[in-house]
């Protein structure tokens, strides 16, 4: 029932590194665009970063440069290696797929990862 699972957030100081992942059924992960989303309190959730099912990507202008998204299609995951963490970072961070040119979003969301940057 539960298609999407998000891991690896956690506490990082100002500067750090994190790597999240996504666990993705194969019904959703399989020639579909997968993206990463962000929501802090009191916000909308946000894109961060997509990926195609052929690898091309996309980021935020406030991540690049300093996230990078990737995709294994054999193991149906997503990750998202965040380096130079800022507190601006600070969010729960979900996968999601996406279809289609226009990237449409689709499936349910997952729980989340919560992502805490110190100063």
């Known amino acids: 029932q539960v298609q999407l699972v998000e891991s690896g957030g956690g506490l990082v100081q100002a500067g750090g590194s994190l790597r999240l992942s996504c666990a993705a059924s194969g019904s959703i992960f399989s020639g579909n665009a997968m993206a990463w989303y962000r929501q802090a309190p009191g916000k909308q959730r946000e894109l961060v970063a997509r990926i195609t099912s052929g690898g091309s990507t996309n980021y935020a202008d406030s991540v690049q440069g300093r996230f990078t998204i990737s995709r294994d299609n054999a193991k149906n995951t997503v990750t998202l290696q965040m380096n130079s963490l800022k507190p601006e970072d600070t969010a729960v961070y979900y996968c999601?797929?996406?279809?289609?040119?226009?990237?449409?979003?689709?499936?349910?969301w997952g729980q989340g990862t919560q992502v805490t940057v110190s100063l």
């Open positions: 999601s797929a996406l279809i289609g040119y226009t990237y449409a979003r689709i499936g349910s």
